[in-house]
């Protein structure tokens, strides 16, 4: 089910796909799709694999707003895919994501073994669809470039199960018309930036960054931060993520897959870009107040 979110229109800029296995996990680049969307022109989509319905565990907060004990398991698997859908497509909004496609899969529990949904014998999703609706997304979006979460050991295995089944979707397209694919870790100023470079080619693979905390706007007060709040705060079924409000302070990605040179050239064009574009600067009269001398 595909849903758009704005009003459709002619982009200049890129285009960009999303995909995600629950509501709430396009938070990890969420600035990068702001400032994609809103500077740059891009036209930017989510695929969103799963209901997000194993969020249940997390919406005690909730129950009082949307007026069910969304707890309880069985009520909360029942309601939250409608309600999860409504929290992904205001978050959508924020950040300037045209449409999202919802694939409606079960999302069956919280699991690190990628084999509950990837094994010979796994029935968590039906893989089949999911396949073909990752072929079709792309075939049909011409997309530049594809965004994920990162996979790691520790990480929910939904998260590494849409990022392999972007990946294949994304390798089995023909060179001249395949996207480049990113993966996203949210990190903090003190970790340390590592450089990563394929081996296959020399290129480099990564990290590409977005600084959510580059400072902007009247006294330089502003920063990306800023946005990702709200669009935390659009999931309000799910407590938790609540916790994450001006946590992070960079999106760094990670070329996934396709490591060539070509790809690494075309991602480092695409960080450029965003780099180079900053918002317009305003001068303010005195009628602004005492306040109005811009910040040094």
Known sequence: MRVDVARPSVA??????????????????AATLYRLSHQLDATCDLLVITNGEGGFKYATLAEPLYGAALSDEATGRALLPAIRQRELRESARILGVASVT?????DHRYTQDVN?????????WNLPRVRRSLANALAQGSYDYVLALAPNEE????????????????????NDRRAVMLVANVRNAADPLTLVYAPESGAKAGPFVLDRREKFGHQAKLDYGIV????????????SMQLYMSR?????????????AVASRRAQALF????????PVREYAESAGTNCEHAP
């Open 228 to 239: 990702v709040n709200w669009a935390i705060a659009a999931h309000k079924s799910q407590g």
């Open 116 to 124: 509950e949904v990837l094994g010979p014998d796994a029935t968590a």
């Open 248 to 260: 992070g302070d960079r999106e760094e990605f990670t070329l996934f897959g396709d490591r060539s």
């Open 12 to 29: 200049s800029g890129p285009r960009v796909l999303g995909v995600i296995a629950h509501p709430d996990d396009e938070l990890a680049f």
């Open 272 to 279: 450029l870009r965003l780099r180079d574009v900053r918002p």
């Open 102 to 106: 919802f694939l409606n899969e079960r």
């Open 155 to 174: 990480s929910h295995a939904h998260h590494k199960a849409a990022t392999a089944l972007a990946a294949e979707a994304v390798l089995a397209m023909a």
